[in-house]
């Protein structure tokens, strides 16, 4: 066989069995079309530090259910930055895996990664009212934006690209229309970072949240030109969200309050929501979650003293079922 034929039966032989590096580049294409910046930062993430220097040079009709499976196992087992991987973070892998290879082999991927939940923080009572003790007594806008937080459940991002027009003190309501993020970027071949004010992450996020009557005299003083950030009272300045969060640790501290992150304000309004009987649909929606479940799921962390107060319904209703 010449040399020439031998080059044109090497591309035909590529161009009918293609390697992953090929299916990641098509599936990557397609995607970005579809997802949320911050979205495809992570996937590319994911890309380059995990599957294309395992994967990218394999043709596609060498990966196997098996092969994947034992990926799977290494990284449960091995360690990134220092760190051993989280059964997360191995599922976020195993979850761009599947999605590139999905039609491209012929064995379906039925990869599922166990994950231990994990204990989430909510301020207790006391810990609620020392937090609000500080904040009222070191008023500025960054403690009223915490204060914020604590009531009406906003995460962080949110509150970073909060702006007055979004406030209505005649209705008493405030809307989510953004959220801010620093988003990794390549520039020169060099990994920088950007801040990002986009709307949020999916439809659910767009609401809007009755004020509690509690807050309005703190956000009537603090009133700012509509396209000012609420945190800054400026048009063209803001806060970005580690700095909020890095704000809030040296809040807890001043507090002595310990093990909690900004995201635990918005467990905590969630909790004390329950506790008072709040109607669950609209605290899904104020949350701007998709379902109920998620709400309940994941945000909703009833106290000691909560089932305490139930069983001692089921007591009294014991009671009197026993003396009819």
């Not at 299916?23 to 599957?51: F, G």
């Not at 939940?117 to 009223?144: A, G, M, W």
């Amino acid at each position: 066989m010449t040399q020439k034929a031998t080059e044109q039966t090497t591309a035909a032989d590529l161009l009918l069995d293609p390697v992953f590096s090929d299916a990641a580049a098509e599936w990557k294409r397609h995607t970005k079309q579809l997802v949320k910046a911050s979205t495809m930062v992570k996937y590319s993430n994911i890309l380059n530090r995990y599957l294309l220097p395992s994967w990218g040079e394999v043709p596609l009709s060498q990966i196997t259910g098996g092969r994947v499976r034992a990926f799977a196992d290494v990284l449960l087992e091995s360690e990134g930055d220092g760190r051993r991987l989280s059964a997360k973070t191995v599922q976020d892998i195993m979850s761009v895996l599947k999605n590139i290879l999905k039609g491209k082999i012929a064995e379906p991927l039925d990869i599922h990664i166990r994950q231990k939940s994990r204990p989430i923080r909510v301020f207790s009572v006391q810990e609620q009212k020392e937090l609000c003790r500080y904040l009222v007594t070191h008023p500025d806008l960054r403690n009223e934006g915490i204060l914020l937080c604590l009531f009406t459940g906003l995460r962080v991002g949110e509150l970073c690209a909060l702006k007055w027009s979004d406030i209505s003190l005649s209705e008493r309501t405030l809307c989510v229309r953004r959220t801010m993020q620093r988003l990794q970027t390549l520039e020169d071949g060099a990994a920088r970072t950007r801040i990002e004010i986009s709307e949020p992450k999916s439809d659910c996020s767009l609401r809007v949240i009755p004020l509690p009557e509690i807050l309005l005299p703190h956000i009537k003083k603090r009133l700012a030109h509509p396209d000012a950030f609420f945190l800054t009272g400026e048009c063209a300045r803001y806060v970005e969200p580690r700095v909020m969060q890095y704000h809030f640790k040296k809040v807890l501290s001043a507090c002595g309050i310990d093990g909690a992150g900004f995201h635990s304000l918005r467990h905590t309004f969630a909790t004390r929501c329950v506790e008072s009987g709040f109607d669950l649909k609209c605290l899904s929606e104020i949350l701007g979650h998709a379902s109920v479940n998620i709400t309940l799921n994941r945000y909703v962390h009833p106290s000691l003293q909560l089932k305490q107060e139930n069983m001692s319904k089921l007591s009294k209703t014991f009671a009197a079922v026993s003396h009819s």
